[in-house]
């Protein structure tokens, strides 16, 4: 199984973090995602700033890295921790909320819909990666197979969190239920199966978290893609979220500023050019770029980078 991944530890006070951080590290997870959760977004455009204000930074959340040593010992740095910032989605009108910057700059950004055209924008046009599905109770909206379809094409997962089918017999019932109707009309290819816990018990193991994809009807493939395969898609479009205001710049490598020779490491470039003899190695090739019409000569390599420009 490739690395699993617990993407809702929800944010709470530091000790009990420490314990479910710990409890997850233990249990075989390799990355979780540390949750805030605003229950309704009310603001309205007048109100921007002062909504702004109470949502906390997304630094805030992670425990730092003294913390993490004492907590995990020599492995902590194979432990990967990451922000996550989840809604309620009530009203379209206030939506525009999820797309300011202090949202944007969290790792993860999930949105948990309760009307049919909050649960239409959601997969259509907001700026996401996770939707949350709250299966424990009858879904608010209907679920059609065309919408669910766009925000696939978006690349948004679908979560379904556990704990709470732990908690309560009832809850569980519903959970089964409504994950296998969804499952119908998702195929079970954009799930991710998350804790959501409130205390260090309530998580389960990466393996045990897969075989209850088996009650949803999940193939095996796909009840394991739901910790794993399915996380590590999430974490690279959250990046190309972050990254989507970016634009390419071409340069030659000899012209690089010295103060930016730390992008050669940042993009696995790295100044092991062959000799003149052997001819220049082509770093452009890395990046799609198609310089076999170029020359090289023995002045200076002719090999090219890609460096992203934050507008």
Known sequence: MSAPMDFNIPTCERSTLKEKIKMAHRLGYKAVAINIFIPELTQTSKKKKSQQQDIAPAKSLKLSDLELQELLGPTWKSFRQLTRISATLADVQHNFVMSTDIVQQYDLVAVQPTTDKTFYQACTALNVDIITLDVTEKLPFKLKRTTINAAVQRGIKFEFQYSPAIRDSTLRKYFIANAQQFVFCDKGKNIILTSGCEKAMELRGPYDVANLGSLLNLNAAQSKAAVTLNCEALLKHSESRRLNKSVSKVEKLEEIPGNETWLLDKLRV???????????????????????????SVDGPAAKKIKLVQT
């Not at 100044?271 to 020359?295: C, F, T, Y």
């Open 270 to 296: 790295h100044s092991s050019l062959e000799s003149v003899n052997g001819g220049s190695r082509d770093i452009a090739g890395i990046h799609g770029i198609d310089s076999s019409d170029e020359e090289t």
